[in-house]
């Protein structure tokens, strides 16, 4: 299984789910974690059954509607991966606030980095 459901009693045994752990109380991603009531993670990852394929999880083309105007506006608006905050929604020029966002290592694996403050709301 890539990811493991941690209710489940199952293990997490790829890489991806190693990475990211996310239950009914909790989305861990590397070092952070984000409450899973009012978050949702966004990435792109490597298939570790696959290495020609990629894993896309809640994400497809990450320009919005408001970038139809013009092919020069068509390009990535989110990084390898992102938390969003599902109580704001999406609007025409993006997918909602985000939490946090970053890229992968040149080896697709975490970057540490200091976790910012997180918000009162």
Do not use: M
């Amino acid at each position: 299984k890539l990811l493991a459901n941690t209710g489940s009693g199952e293990n997490q045994t790829r890489s991806l789910a190693t990475l990211l752990t996310w239950n009914d109380k909790t989305i861990k991603l590397g070092s952070q974690e984000w409450p899973a009531s009012t978050s949702v993670p966004v990435l792109c990852y490597p298939n570790p059954l696959n290495t020609t394929r990629y894993i896309i999880v809640n994400s497809g083309l990450t320009f919005r509607e408001a970038h139809d105007k013009t092919n020069s506006l068509q390009n990535p608006k989110l990084p390898d991966w992102a938390i969003l905050d599902i109580r704001e929604p999406p609007t025409a020029e993006s997918a909602g606030k985000v939490l946090a966002a970053d890229f992968f290592d040149s080896h697709w694996k975490w970057i540490p980095r200091p976790s910012p403050p997180q918000d009162a709301n």
